[in-house]
């Protein structure tokens, strides 16, 4: 069993899915809304997306049909209140 | 070639590694020392070491006998400069 703040840095630890996340904080967008602008295809960005749905940083709208995501920041908070203990180095 | 933001959170991915540097963000330490209260062999411990150092977040003092382990916070800057970005939400 994995602990959630090592599933969330495990996330993050790729440069696509940050880049997901910081267009997903700007407000919600569908799958193919998301694929475009990485040049990458819908099931590639669907594997990404799985991910960080995994870890608590996405949330999906499966009623509405576009399906929309949405970034979750809850788990972020976990990362911030780690790194913050490291900050007077 | 891996960026060192995401080289960073995937060498912070794992509990044994985040505790190993909690130890040294209090004092520098052997690989023996820090072998001690994970009940985990020398080898197993010096691989985690080889990941942190990786990703520069411990140096290590070749030249002096007992070659003692730092903690290096530069990368944790960067971890947490990008968190910043989403405290808002």
Request: proline share 6%; hydrophobic share 45%.
């Given at each position: 069993m994995i602990?959630?703040?090592?599933?969330?840095?495990?996330a993050l630890a790729d440069p696509t899915r940050r880049a997901i996340l910081a267009r997903l904080s700007r407000g919600?967008?569908?799958?193919t809304e998301l694929a475009e602008p990485f040049d990458m295809s819908v099931p590639a960005v669907s594997k990404?997306?799985?991910v960080l749905e995994h870890a608590g940083?996405?949330?999906r709208d499966r009623a509405a049909q576009w399906?929309?995501?949405e970034l979750h920041a809850g788990p972020l908070k976990e990362v911030a209140h780690w790194v913050d203990e490291y900050r007077r180095f």
């Amino acid at each position: 069993m994995i602990d959630s703040l090592s599933s969330t840095l495990a996330a993050l630890a790729d440069p696509t899915r940050r880049a997901i996340l910081a267009r997903l904080s700007r407000g919600a967008l569908s799958v193919t809304e998301l694929a475009e602008p990485f040049d990458m295809s819908v099931p590639a960005v669907s594997k990404h997306l799985k991910v960080l749905e995994h870890a608590g940083l996405i949330t999906r709208d499966r009623a509405a049909q576009w399906r929309p995501c949405e970034l979750h920041a809850g788990p972020l908070k976990e990362v911030a209140h780690w790194v913050d203990e490291y900050r007077r180095f």
